[in-house]
């Protein structure tokens, strides 16, 4: 919470830490700037991490949900925390709702939801903190709320949202409407390690001065204490349960039952179904394994693009619509549009050199020099211009050299359309006629 909380502020070179701008698709992730053309690069990191939290499932269980899920780690540490602190613990909570409206249960209910609803304010501002960086949102503090009323909207509209799950909803996203939970069942088997109770020690369970009287009884007690204390509402006695998220609340109440009736710890634990059943340890087996490699395949294929990707990367198109031009005296041009994604920091001066036709020149539509601003994309648009003499062809390659502080960028390729020079033509026409006699004559021959 606190890594969440500080997020935004962090800076790494002077830049944020992490910074996911969705609006203006610029993404900065440990100093690196990323853009939609890295979309390759973000897919497979997506990939990675969604098989990585399979795998961790698959191993595990629900660790996610109970240790990392932001959803539970706020509504745990944070709002039922406050919760508690107001409306005091479990019994005196019942006690509160069942009990009439008056001065004290307003008062409560008033500040609670008042605190709420400023803690999913400062929620929504973190989070856009984390969408269009801390120094753009200190300006909107500054500028006040009436300067950027759409922003500001947004901002409401988001913190009505968390309110409402915090306060509202709750758990209830984790068993409905969360897509992760529902796949649980589809990743784990008998050997993932779980919340689990260990029915083999705790069967048949019993009250405790019952279990004294008609022995022997298992060591459940069933004091019921690891269902009050489930944020869930289950009952974990039952089996693995698409409604558990593996917060492990369960295992410290019961943990600390067994000490009071002087039992080892542990009928509620961490352990797969085969190690309670069959007392077998955990192993991997071919799914595991199989999850393991192609994780580790598809990260290395994520590191060796994020190390090999381009920082400037260049598009030369010609221009839609547009054959060619006849210039000045004797000469024939086509228009190109050239634009460029500065990934980097600096700003780049861009200077882009002819390398076939040698004897082609490049006229800037607006000037000779583009200038590329750090973390932007830069257009242009040129004319390549030729003399007409030198058409051999009504489509030539065209090669150009993009080089920014003496330094090659990239190697661009395109055509070049014109009709071919007349005299050229006749040249060819000639020759045609020519090769076209010589057939005949074959043909005669023949
Ligand atoms: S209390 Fe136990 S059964 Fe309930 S969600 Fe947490 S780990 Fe699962
Ligand atoms: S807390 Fe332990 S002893 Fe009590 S009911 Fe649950 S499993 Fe049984």
């Not at 609803?117 to 006040?144: H, M, P, R």
């Not at 050997?191 to 083999?200: E, I, T, W």
């Not at 090669?399 to 007349?422: D, Q, T, Y």
Request: glycine share 6%; aromatic share 10%; net charge neutral.
């Amino acid at each position: 919470m606190a890594m969440m909380f500080a997020g935004p502020f962090l800076k790494f070179q002077n830049r944020p830490l992490l910074l996911l701008n969705v609006l203006e698709r610029k993404f900065i992730i440990v100093g690196m700037v990323f853009w939609p053309q890295d979309l390759n690069l973000f897919a497979l990191l997506m990939l990675s991490f969604v098989l990585f939290i399979v795998l961790f499932t698959v191993l595990f269980g629900r660790v996610w949900c109970g240790w990392a899920c932001p959803q539970t780690i706020f509504l745990e540490m944070l709002f039922r925390k406050v919760e508690y602190l107001i409306d005091g613990d479990a019994q005196q909570q019942k006690r509160l709702v069942a009990q009439e409206w008056n001065t004290e249960k307003i008062a409560k209910r008033v500040l609670k939801h008042t605190i709420f609803w400023l803690l999913s304010f400062l929620i929504a501002n973190t989070f856009l903190g984390y969408i269009i960086g801390i120094d753009e949102l200190k300006l909107l503090v500054i500028d006040g709320p009436m300067q950027h009323l759409g922003k500001f909207a947004a901002l409401i509209i988001f913190t009505t949202v968390f309110y409402f799950v915090f306060a509202k909803m709750r758990e209830l996203v984790c068993i409905f409407i969360c897509p992760y939970g529902r796949l649980q069942g589809l990743m784990l088997d008998k050997n993932s390690m779980v919340v689990a109770y260990d029915f083999v020690r705790g069967e048949p369970r019993g009250k405790l001065k019952k279990l004294e009287e008609e022995k022997p009884k298992g060591d459940c007690i069933d004091c019921k204490l690891c269902v009050n204390v489930c944020p869930t509402g289950i009952d974990i006695r039952n089996g693995t349960q698409l409604e558990c998220i593996n917060c492990t609340a369960c295992i410290d109440a019961c943990n600390e039952v067994m000490v009071k009736v002087d039992r080892p710890e542990g009928l509620i634990r961490i352990a797969s179904i085969n190690n309670i059943n069959l007392g077998t340890k955990f192993s991997w087996n071919l799914r595991t394994g199989a999850y393991g490699v192609v994780l580790v395949a598809l990260f290395g294929v994520f590191l060796y693009l994020l190390v090999t990707r381009k920082l400037v990367e260049t598009t030369l198109l010609r221009t839609p619509g547009m054959m060619f031009q006849t210039q000045e005296e004797g000469k024939i041009s086509n228009l190109y549009n050239i634009e460029f994604v500065n990934k980097t920091f600096d700003e780049l001066p861009i200077e882009l050199k002819l390398i076939k036709p040698a004897n082609g020149e490049i006229r800037f539509v607006d000037g000779q020099q583009i200038m590329v601003h750090k973390e932007s994309v830069g257009k242009s648009s040129f004319f390549l211009v030729l003399e007409e003499s030198s058409i051999k062809r009504n489509s030539s390659e065209v090669e150009i050299e993009v080089w920014s502080n003496g330094k090659l960028i990239e190697e661009m390729k395109s055509k070049f359309n014109a009709p071919v020079h007349k005299k050229e033509k006749d040249e060819h026409k000639g020759d045609d006629e020519h090769e076209h006699e010589r057939m005949k004559g074959g043909k005669h021959e023949n």
